[in-house]
């Protein structure tokens, strides 16, 4: 059966794409750039995904490809992103090469959910390494394709080609990902390459992306998919350039295959009920007792009164020598409901020699006694 012709600008075949290499100018004057005038970064899902060079990393079976194809349906269709986010629709392409189309249209149909599939999401299964050919490829689609915001390439082992001989590790992550980068900056598109993360877990999510630092020290943004225990299914974690670093809570729904973006806090979703509670309260009402903290969350004081020590231990939360309890961060001694503050002392003026008249019959002024405080644990 003959292969759709968008298709074969990324399966190897040959490309006629005159004008890109055109395009891939990288040096100006500086009265020439000065001149220039830059449109707003283009959003493929705001606050989340910008245009330019985007790594996202998971474990292994996460759900990364899931997230991928799902934001992919969404741009085209201009639907909602993670079920919560509008975004503005317009062409996708969406390299799936570890998939078979069977499984593709499999997954197309969960997402879908009985829609159309949309028109502006081109697929497909193979691609040649971003060294060779896969760069013009690519770029052929783009300028095929005006207006593009988005490409996704899952997974980027499949186009990072063989290193140069000679470049060290870091040098050799940094010239694969600068293929990606430049189709990224001259087509003013979001382009994410799905990667995944080493076994060995980090307290920095960036340091969690498998291999040298070359690779997400050269993406735009970086974007982590973190399984987490508890309620909510995973934890979204973003950084970068143009994208302000957060973290998000989703949930998946294995019916639909859909990642759905879930309201406030991850640690509201990640943690248990307890836990969550009493964070929940100390984020506004920081240096609280337990028994303070348990009649205001209706929680039992016992219950309390031993969670919060476990909490310390995990990192949570931070106890003064009270037993008044604050999130990390928040200043030791900030005022707290059920606490009252003490009055300071007013001094009494100190008689000299150029003042002793002007307190002459005026009673001595003594200090007023701090209000002891109350207890409340």
Request: charged letters at 20%.
């Amino acid at each position: 059966m003959e292969r759709p012709s968008h298709l074969r600008l990324v399966n190897g075949d040959a490309v006629n794409a005159p004008n890109a290499s055109q395009q891939f100018r990288t040096s100006w004057t500086a009265d020439e750039l000065m001149a220039m005038t830059f449109p707003e970064v283009k959003w493929a899902v705001p606050g989340i995904l910008a245009e330019g060079l985007t790594l996202f990393a998971g474990p292994p079976k996460v759900g990364k490809s899931w997230l991928s194809l799902g934001t992919a349906v969404a741009v085209a269709s201009g639907g909602k992103a993670l079920e919560a986010i509008d975004v503005e629709p317009g062409p996708v392409l969406y390299l799936a090469l570890e998939d078979t189309p069977r499984r593709l249209q499999n997954r197309m149909g969960k997402i879908l959910g009985g829609r159309s599939a949309p028109k502006n999401l081109t697929l497909a299964t193979s691609c040649p390494p971003l060294p060779n050919s896969g760069e013009k490829a690519i770029a052929g689609w783009l300028e095929r394709n005006v207006g593009a915001r988005l490409v996704v390439i899952d997974v980027f082992a499949k186009v990072k080609g063989n290193p140069a001989p000679g470049l060290s590790a870091y040098e050799a992550d940094y010239a694969a990902m600068g293929y990606a980068k430049r189709l990224a900056d001259t087509f003013g598109v979001a382009i994410v390459l799905v990667h995944h993360v080493r076994k060995m877990g980090s307290d920095d999510f960036l340091e969690q992306v498998s291999g040298t630092n070359g690779l997400a020290g050269s993406a735009d943004s970086t974007i982590v998919l973190k399984r987490a225990r508890g309620t909510a299914d995973g934890v979204l974690h973003v950084t970068g350039r143009d994208v302000e670093e957060a973290e998000y809570a989703l949930s998946f729904q294995p019916a639909a295959g859909a990642w759905h973006l879930l309201d406030g806090l991850p640690e509201d979703h990640t943690l248990g009920d307890t836990r969550a509670a009493i964070i929940r309260y100390l984020r506004t009402n920081p240096n609280s007792p337990p028994k303070v903290i348990a009649e205001a969350i209706g929680l039992a004081h016992d219950n309390v009164r031993k969670t919060c020590p476990r909490m310390v231990a995990d990192g949570q939360l931070c106890v003064d020598a009270a037993g008044r309890y604050r999130l990390p961060g928040t200043a030791e001694g900030t005022e707290s409901p059920g606490s009252v503050t003490p009055v300071p002392g007013v001094p009494e003026p100190l008689s000299t020699c150029t003042n002793v008249l002007d307190l002459e019959g005026h009673p001595a002024l003594t200090g007023v006694p701090p209000v002891p405080e109350q207890e409340n644990r």
